[in-house]
């Protein structure tokens, strides 16, 4: 008995998880969670329950969702198969109808005559859908007046952006399959060490920054007003950046690498087009801004401005040498990469989200107050929080304190970010259903919530103890790499293409990409996270290494198995941008805006 | 008056000189104290250019990806060295090696394979190292980690210079007969880094930092167990140190490392023989590859459990040893670590 009631609670609830997870083990074919004195109540850190809670509102939802759907069509059974009472008045005027075996013809409220749009006012009927197997959406009639040279800007950069996805998921599956078939090939350039940093430089530099920044030349025309000042310095820093990934996947493959530290793995010689990319864009992006014409500065554009101005002294500090021997190295390794991370990527997407949500909603944004709470907290926490990387390392305690609480504060830029999306939604959930650009939206936004209080939990310093070194970070980056970032870039090149393009892809092809990314990222990043807690449990409980490496291998298998629905949906992808972008219709006549001289 | 709202120029510039400031306190500054407050421990040794020259191997085959070498202040580190790592420890190793590259990155983030802080110590065999690189499976059944092939060369077994290192692949792995599997100078250069892995002894007199218990229930530490130290378990020392080599069921590997299941050596009824190569090594055995000594390695207790061990299991029946008898050779044989 144990004499604290509180105690009591806890541990019998700890139990009752145990109990849980170990049946999910069980299940999954790792009996391993044994009792044992040294993990007891491990289950009642903060940082594990309040990931359970997430996880538990992710299921709650889906079940919610399920039940709702599952119930409707019993529903609808059962009222087709009730049979009708003999005698009972079921019809108007005291008519018997179940008798009679009358049945309406569908046209009692119409007539029969030719229907005739004089007016023009019925754009596309038709008592046919395209596909009677999923649901028709919305098509996209409008179309934007987009200048010839920022038009053929955006869609290059999305197509070189597109290639990048294409390759760098190729190598990232052909790692996946390497944890279950280690023995797959004997060669140097594609060996596991020299192939993984491939797989994330090319989806991070490649694919996510060129999109992003392709997307980003659209905002920051249309939001200002104006066109874009420069376009030769937009295809200079395209140039740049493809040659930075090109020279740098070369040099990796061929075993030249900067020292190993995640995401600064390329020579400087082969990331300083990247950088000069960086400052041309700023540049470009700044002088469209001071051209605007209109007096507010769009909150999108803050976001656009502030990251890139940020990333260029991220990577400055992250490639200068004179503070970096020794441990010295291990700080600013925190520092960058998770800079890298929430600076660049997140504060940039977060700029395109308050841009294309609210435009494809066609509605403003709820809150720009929140907007730029959002953004100075987001400044505020993330820089900080870089060493939660080195938990338990030889770096100064108090850094990895500094870096455990700002990463609880993270949780103010978050909120705020995703109530303020949620909230723009709010009122157009019918919207959701019939658009297949918000439902990316919507997981990009969910996953943002949720991904980044996972995040947040997972900085604290008892889950450190389970999930540090174990797949659990490969499931929490791509919970937020792809989760967020990946599907709101989609959500926006949809957005956008078809009214720059006047060419739509193909709804079943963007339903195809939208549920093979989705079920393939979930089953993922569930497997990862299973796997990684069986093995930071084995790991606390002092279970031979090689033993939990052969423990994790049933996870791998499951994790290069659905990751293959990721790269599927990718191909789709492919495809569907070259249907969006293939023979773009001709602009409508319409004069673009001349540059004014300020 | 500053307007975030209207003026572009205070926007950016605000921003960015915020974010400086944080990045210098939170990255730069602290950076930079660690750069300068940095000495080696007094008993660390210099890296041989060879070690360098293995250390920036490590690096290109992005080694770094799944291998740790931080022995963090948690209990579930211990298995990884006999104290929390600390900033001297790097003091070598992390140095920027040339213009082009930065300083390696060797804390790491993954630990899909054990961490390499004292795998000097804990696998001082170079028959293994070189073994292991050549293809990890034939010696640790259900390793992940890729093969290095290309760091070794087949050659002609009448072509094998005397200098080579042979490695001593089975020989019912050798896909053509009459080759040998020799290591090239980057597979020597990367194991004497490996082998130089040890984790330094700190000064006399200075106390090691604690490793922080796992909390138990509540967040509190469990108290370790009352009472006398329990009894070393051979079988643990066994998996955890001889395994590797004699591999789990005792067997050996034929053309690598002997067995020990049936051994004369083993199953001798004075165990004096076997004590003296367990402390001291053992080579020139042909056929097989040479023994590191375990002398530093292993206490008089552990090394006396774990050939009990091996002496009563995988079918040998041999009279037991003790620690005294380990002691007493220990003095003869390794006299420098009988304190």
């Given at each position: 008995m144990s004499p604290l009631p509180v105690s009591g609670f806890w541990d019998r609830t700890g139990t009752r998880w145990r109990i849980l997870i170990t049946t999910g083990a069980i299940a999954l074919g790792t009996p391993m969670l044994a009792e044992s004195p040294k993990t007891a109540g491990w289950t009642s850190?903060?940082?594990?329950?309040?990931?359970?809670?997430?996880?538990?509102?992710?299921?709650?939802?889906?079940?919610?969702?399920?039940?709702?759907?599952?119930?409707?069509?019993?529903?609808?059974?059962?009222?087709?198969?009730?049979?009708?009472?003999?005698?009972?008045?079921?019809?108007?005027?005291?008519?018997?109808?179940?008798?009679?075996?009358?049945?309406?013809?569908?046209?009692?409220?119409?007539?029969?005559?030719?229907?005739?749009?004089?007016?023009?006012?019925?754009?596309?009927?038709?008592?046919?859908?395209?596909?009677?197997?999923?649901?028709?959406?919305?098509?996209?009639?409008?179309?934007?007046?987009?200048?010839?040279?920022?038009?053929?800007?955006?869609?290059?950069?999305?197509?070189?952006?597109?290639?990048?996805?294409?390759?760098?998921?190729?190598?990232?599956?052909?790692?996946?399959?390497?944890?279950?078939?280690?023995?797959?090939?004997?060669?140097?350039?594609?060996?596991?060490?020299?192939?993984?940093?491939?797989?994330?430089?090319?989806?991070f530099w490649g694919w996510a920054s060129l999109a992003m920044i392709g997307l980003g030349y659209f905002v920051i025309a249309r939001t200002s007003r104006t066109v874009i000042h420069n376009y030769r310095a937009g295809w200079w820093g395209l140039g740049l950046i493809n040659l930075s990934i090109l020279a740098g996947n070369l040099c990796l493959m061929a075993g030249i690498n900067n020292g190993g530290g995640e995401y600064r793995e390329y020579i400087w010689p082969a990331m300083l087009p990247f950088a000069l990319a960086l400052i041309i864009t700023f540049r470009n992006f700044y002088n469209t801004v001071k051209r605007r014409k209109v007096a507010e500065i769009y909150v999108s554009n803050w976001y656009l401005l502030a990251s890139l101005v940020w990333t260029i002294v991220v990577a400055t500090i992250g490639y200068l040498p004179m503070f970096q021997d020794g441990l010295g190295e291990t700080v600013i390794q925190g520092y960058y990469m998770h800079m890298g991370v929430g600076i660049w990527f997140m504060t940039f997407t977060l700029g395109l989200v308050y841009y294309y949500l609210p435009s494809a909603l066609n509605k403003p944004i709820y809150s720009y107050s929140l907007g730029v709470l959002a953004f100075w907290t987001q400044v505020l926490f993330y820089t900080l929080i870089g060493t939660h990387h080195f938990v338990f390392s030889p770096l100064p305690w108090w850094?990895?304190?500094?870096?455990?609480?700002?990463?609880?504060?993270?949780?103010?830029?978050?909120?705020?970010?995703?109530?303020?999306?949620?909230?723009?939604?709010?009122?157009?959930?019918?919207?959701?259903?019939?658009?297949?650009?918000?439902?990316?939206?919507?997981?990009?936004?969910?996953?943002?919530?949720l991904g980044s209080s996972q995040g947040s939990f997972q900085a604290m310093r008892f889950t450190q103890n389970i999930w540090h070194f174990t797949d659990f970070n490969v499931a929490h980056s791509h919970m937020t790499m792809y989760g967020i970032v990946t599907f709101i870039l989609w959500a926006c090149i949809y957005a956008l293409l078809p009214k720059m393009t006047g060419r739509e892809p193909s709804q079943t092809m963007v339903g195809a990409h939208f549920w093979l990314a989705f079920i393939g990222l979930f089953a993922y990043t569930v497997s990862l996270m299973a796997g990684g807690t069986v093995k930071g449990i084995a790991w606390l409980e002092g279970v031979p290494f090689i033993d939990t490496v052969i423990a994790t291998r049933g996870y791998w298998t499951w994790g290069a198995m659905v990751g293959s629905l990721m790269f599927m949906a990718h191909l789709i992808v492919a495809w569907n941008f070259v249907a969006m972008v293939r023979n773009p219709l001709p602009v409508p006549q319409t004069k673009a805006l001349e540059p004014q001289t300020p | 008056m500053i307007n975030f709202h209207k003026d572009h120029a205070n926007l950016v510039n605000v921003a960015l000189l915020v974010f400086a400031l944080l990045s210098t306190g939170i990255a730069v500054a602290p950076a930079l104290t660690m750069q300068d407050n940095n000495a080696p421990l007094p008993d660390m040794p210099k890296m041989t250019d060879q070690e360098r020259r293995g250390l920036s191997i490590y690096v290109a085959e992005g080694c770094i990806g799944c291998h740790t070498q931080q022995v963090r202040n948690i209990e579930m580190d211990k298995t990884w060295g006999d104290r929390p790592s600390m900033p001297s420890d790097y003091f070598y190793s992390k140095e920027r090696p040339n213009i082009w590259q930065a300083t390696p990155s060797l804390l790491g983030s993954e630990r899909t394979g054990p961490d390499l802080t004292n795998v000097g110590k804990r696998q001082a065999s170079e028959a293994w190292q070189m073994l292991h690189l050549y293809n990890p499976r034939l010696v640790v059944k259900g390793s992940v980690m890729p093969r290095y092939g290309w760091l070794f060369q087949e050659v002609d077994s009448a072509r094998v210079k005397p200098a080579d290192v042979v490695v001593a692949v089975p020989a019912d792995q050798v896909d053509k007969p009459g080759t040998k599997v020799i290591a090239t100078d980057h597979a020597k250069d990367l194991v004497a880094y490996l082998l130089s892995l040890k984790q330094a002894p700190l000064p006399s007199g200075t106390v090691a930092p604690e490793f922080i218990a796992t909390p138990g229930p509540n967040g509190k530490p469990v108290p370790a167990a009352a009472g006398t130290p329990a009894a070393v378990d051979g079988a643990a020392v066994f998996s955890q140190v001889c395994a590797a080599c004699h591999q789990p069921d005792a067997k050996g590997l034929p053309g690598a490392f002997p067995p020990l299941a049936g051994s004369p050596v083993v199953n001798d009824k004075d165990a004096l023989k076997m004590v003296d190569i367990v402390l001291g090594g053992y080579s020139g055995r042909p056929g097989y590859g040479p023994m590191p000594p375990q002398a530093e390695n292993l206490n008089n207790e552990e090394i006396a459990a774990v050939i009990n061990y091996v002496k009563s299991h995988f079918g040998n029946e041999a009279p037991a040893t003790d620690a005294a008898t380990v002691k007493s050779q220990r003095a003869v044989i390794a006299p420098q670590t009988a304190k």
């Open positions: 850190s903060p940082g594990v329950v309040g990931t359970m809670v997430i996880l538990g509102l992710v299921l709650f939802v889906a079940a919610l969702i399920i039940t709702a759907r599952v119930s409707v069509l019993i529903n609808d059974a059962k009222l087709k198969r009730k049979a009708p009472s003999p005698g009972a008045v079921d019809g108007p005027n005291g008519i018997h109808l179940a008798g009679t075996g009358y049945r309406l013809r569908g046209d009692e409220l119409g007539g029969t005559a030719e229907a005739v749009d004089g007016k023009s006012l019925i754009s596309r009927a038709t008592s046919e859908p395209d596909n009677p197997l999923v649901d028709e959406k919305i098509y996209s009639r409008l179309r934007l007046d987009v200048p010839r040279e920022l038009q053929n800007l955006v869609v290059a950069y999305l197509a070189t952006s597109t290639f990048w996805l294409v390759f760098g998921t190729l190598v990232g599956e052909y790692l996946g399959l390497k944890f279950v078939f280690p023995d797959m090939d004997e060669v140097s350039w594609l060996s596991f060490g020299r192939l993984r940093p491939v797989h994330t430089n090319t989806v850094l990895q304190t500094v870096a455990i609480v700002f990463s609880v504060g993270m949780f103010i830029p978050v909120f705020a970010g995703t109530a303020n999306f949620l909230l723009t939604m709010k009122g157009s959930w019918s919207a959701i259903g019939r658009s297949y650009v918000l439902p990316f939206f919507l997981v990009g936004v969910v996953f943002y919530c | -």
